[in-house]
């Protein structure tokens, strides 16, 4: 042992280190042919790439859903139609009533006019039943015998027993909806088959509308409740007020129509603003006529042709994380597709 450490392994050490110092030399003093004129050497191949699709056609199905609540239709006011005294109560509260049911009578009686030989004539006395105007349950009433009343006072409710659905709409919705559907499909979790609900209606609160006069005075304006779409629960659906549903209105349905990306189009209502490329590879603004859009793709009614490239992305816009469509499906930056529950 003792003639390997002192001559064995020296010169084994002495080797490799021999070995490392030619091959340092080489690399630094004799280049390789190669090489020598700089072909061999490694450059840079990669670039940018501004992503391109190409305008095709497909279908547009335009449907809004939003999440709404069902609730019962407002009590109709019963009001007094004659100035006098409440002689007869025909009702009482929680009371079942039809359209037109006598509820109280009020009397007037005025004095009467003086006759020729300066006696008073006989007082004018005119009575008036009062009634339901709609059928309902009589939730308010608080008539009671002796009781003055006015015309146009509200002397009683009659609480109907029908049902509506209504959500609040966003503002950039309402593009989506210039057609001006008249119903919806509701769903409701836990409860009856999606069902049809009629009469829609889509109403924003006008400015001013339910000012106080200190308001008034002032020149506040109250805040507005925005924009909300209400339509009428079917009598024969069985629901009840307080029931969180999902409100599905259909905005039309456009089939075999040109489509491109909603990223790649700046504008989505009307008019919109797309990037070109020409075949020399040159990109050019052009404007285009958009028609329907389902959150995803839009429609374009004029401006391109089926197979036109056009810039995925509007340039300059910030990244996008995604877009959520109607179907639960997300669109990614690279054009994949994520959908909810796989």
Request: charged share 15%; glycine share 12%; aromatic share 4%.
């Given at each position: 042992?003792?003639?390997?450490?002192?001559?064995v392994?020296?010169?084994?050490r002495?080797v490799?280190?021999?070995?490392i110092?030619?091959a340092?030399v080489?690399?630094?003093f004799?280049a390789?042919?190669?090489t020598a004129?700089?072909?061999?050497l490694?450059?840079?191949t990669?670039?940018?790439?501004?992503?391109?699709?190409?305008?095709?056609?497909?279908?547009?199905?335009?449907d809004?859903?939003?999440?709404?609540?069902?609730?019962a239709?407002?009590?109709?006011?019963?009001?007094?139609t004659?100035?006098?005294?409440v002689?007869?109560?025909?009702?009482s509260v929680g009371?079942w009533?039809e359209a037109g049911t006598a509820?109280?009578t009020v009397?007037?009686?005025t004095?009467?006019e003086?006759?020729a030989?300066?006696?008073?004539?006989?007082?004018?006395v005119?009575t008036?039943?009062v009634?339901s105007?709609i059928?309902?349950?009589?939730?308010?009433f608080p008539?009671?015998?002796g009781q003055l009343?006015s015309?146009g006072?509200?002397?009683?409710?009659v609480a109907?027993?029908s049902?509506?659905?209504?959500?609040?709409?966003?503002?950039?919705?309402?593009?989506r909806?210039?057609?001006q559907?008249t119903?919806?499909?509701?769903?409701?979790a836990g409860?009856?088959?999606?069902?049809?609900?009629?009469?829609?209606?889509?109403s924003t609160?006008l400015?001013?509308?339910?000012s106080?006069a200190?308001?008034a005075?002032?020149?506040?304006?109250?805040?507005t409740?925005?924009t909300t779409v209400?339509c009428?629960v079917?009598?024969d659906?069985t629901v009840?007020a307080?029931?969180?549903?999902?409100l599905?209105?259909?905005?039309g349905?456009?089939?075999?129509?040109?489509i491109v990306?909603?990223t790649?189009?700046?504008g989505?209502?009307?008019?919109?603003?797309v990037?070109v490329?020409s075949?020399d590879?040159a990109a050019?603004?052009?404007?285009?006529?958009?028609?329907?859009?389902d959150?995803i793709n839009?429609q374009?009614?004029?401006g391109?042709a089926?197979?036109?490239?056009?810039?995925?992305?509007?340039?300059?816009?910030?990244?996008?994380?995604?877009?959520?469509g109607?179907?639960?499906?997300m669109v990614?930056?690279?054009?994949?597709?994520t959908c909810?529950?796989?």
């Amino acid at each position: 042992m003792s003639v390997a450490r002192k001559w064995v392994f020296p010169i084994i050490r002495l080797v490799i280190f021999a070995a490392i110092a030619a091959a340092l030399v080489k690399i630094a003093f004799f280049a390789d042919p190669a090489t020598a004129d700089g072909q061999g050497l490694l450059s840079p191949t990669g670039s940018i790439v501004e992503p391109q699709i190409p305008v095709s056609t497909g279908t547009i199905k335009n449907d809004v859903s939003l999440q709404a609540t069902v609730s019962a239709d407002e009590a109709v006011p019963v009001r007094a139609t004659l100035a006098g005294e409440v002689r007869k109560v025909s009702a009482s509260v929680g009371q079942w009533v039809e359209a037109g049911t006598a509820l109280y009578t009020v009397r007037s009686e005025t004095p009467g006019e003086m006759l020729a030989d300066g006696t008073m004539g006989a007082p004018k006395v005119k009575t008036e039943i009062v009634k339901s105007p709609i059928a309902g349950t009589l939730s308010s009433f608080p008539i009671i015998l002796g009781q003055l009343v006015s015309v146009g006072e509200e002397t009683g409710k009659v609480a109907p027993p029908s049902f509506h659905v209504s959500g609040s709409l966003a503002p950039e919705q309402q593009y989506r909806l210039l057609n001006q559907p008249t119903e919806a499909t509701v769903t409701i979790a836990g409860g009856p088959a999606p069902f049809t609900c009629t009469g829609l209606s889509i109403s924003t609160a006008l400015s001013g509308a339910g000012s106080t006069a200190g308001e008034a005075a002032t020149g506040a304006t109250g805040a507005t409740s925005g924009t909300t779409v209400r339509c009428a629960v079917p009598a024969d659906i069985t629901v009840f007020a307080g029931l969180a549903a999902k409100l599905t209105i259909a905005g039309g349905l456009a089939e075999n129509v040109l489509i491109v990306p909603t990223t790649a189009v700046e504008g989505s209502a009307g008019s919109g603003i797309v990037h070109v490329f020409s075949a020399d590879g040159a990109a050019e603004e052009r404007t285009v006529a958009l028609g329907l859009t389902d959150g995803i793709n839009v429609q374009v009614l004029d401006g391109l042709a089926e197979g036109d490239m056009v810039l995925q992305f509007i340039p300059g816009a910030p990244a996008q994380q995604g877009m959520m469509g109607p179907d639960g499906c997300m669109v990614n930056p690279d054009g994949s597709m994520t959908c909810m529950g796989g």
